[in-house]
């Protein structure tokens, strides 16, 4: 597993709407790949969708002449939604998430009330990860990564050198993710840091967004040793205590992401729209007052 000196070919896909990265992880061109968190586009004002991000994937997968094996999520985001449905049925490949996705499913099935036939056990993604289970992608074999503090089920994904450490991270000069979502909890996200900065100095994180502070350009890929140095928040010598003081102080001032109440109930649905309605429109609801 992780073989030593394994070092994938990453390509990442920017979407400037959502500041996310869409990531194709594979060991050159006709060899099995693995696409990392996948967006959809959507327009708040409107609610309709596109392809345009996710299609991007797709035009390199073909031109690469790759083979999909796994369309996975780090967490079900909050800042965009999955394309991982329209992904599947144009390339192939399995849906997959930390198994602790169940747990998040129940709290959000009951925030929108949603119908008594949605399933809180995870079966709507194609499989499962466990922490440090093997994900097999051709020839190349990596490990999910349990980082819970985001979210209560956070995954990132290790290929060799390559770590997809999903909103663990972000950028040394932005730091890290909040955890005042439900079930988040920032000694936890402490802990999941400090479990991916323990990895060798010269691994490679790619980080899931970017939100550059004014007069840099974005950028997604950094290392364990430029974390420890640098990283705003977790560099080598913050305390637990000092972490979380500093969080729980950030993410009360923080406002929710624009498009969280569309992108969590689909997103915990792996992507699938909700059940049409009687007039063969699907519809999405807005909580009013419950977050």
């Not at 992780?2 to 006709?30: K, M």
């Not at 939604?81 to 099935?109: C, E, R």
């Not at 909103?167 to 932005?174: A, E, Q, R, S, Y």
Request: charged content about 20%.
């Amino acid at each position: 597993m992780n073989a030593p000196g394994l070092t994938p070919q990453v390509h990442g896909i920017f979407d400037p709407a959502t500041w996310t990265i869409t990531y194709v992880v594979h060991q050159g061109p006709g060899s099995a790949c693995a696409i990392i968190d996948s967006v959809l586009d959507y327009d708040p004002k409107s609610g309709r969708t596109r392809h345009t991000s996710a299609d991007k994937a797709i035009d390199y997968v073909r031109s690469n002449e790759l083979k999909v094996s796994w369309i996975l999520e780090t967490h079900a985001h909050a800042d965009h939604l999955s394309a991982a449905p329209y992904l599947k049925a144009q390339l192939g490949g399995k849906t997959a998430i930390g198994g602790h996705i169940t747990a998040v499913q129940k709290v959000f099935k009951g925030i929108f009330n949603l119908e008594p036939g949605f399933k809180t056990d995870g079966s709507q993604f194609d499989h499962l990860f466990a922490e440090n289970e093997a994900v097999r992608v051709g020839d190349m074999t990596g490990r999910a990564l349990y980082v819970p503090g985001h979210t209560p089920a956070c995954m990132a994904y290790q290929f060799g050198d390559a770590v997809f450490v999903g909103d663990t991270l972000f950028m040394p000069d932005v730091g890290t993710a909040r955890c005042d979502f439900p079930g988040g909890n920032a000694s936890n996200l402490y802990a999941s840091t400090r479990k991916i900065l323990s990895l060798p100095p010269q691994t490679r994180l790619f980080m899931c967004h970017d939100y550059p502070p004014s007069g840099r350009n974005v950028a997604f890929e950094t290392t364990v040793a430029e974390q420890r140095a640098g990283n705003i928040h977790v560099h080598e010598g913050v305390t637990e205590e000092e972490f979380v003081a500093m969080r729980t102080r950030r993410d009360a001032n923080l406002e929710m992401p624009v498009l969280i109440l569309p992108a969590v109930q689909i997103n915990i649905r792996a992507g699938e729209m909700p059940p049409k309605e009687d007039n063969g429109i699907a519809y999405a609801k807005i909580p009013l007052n419950a977050l």
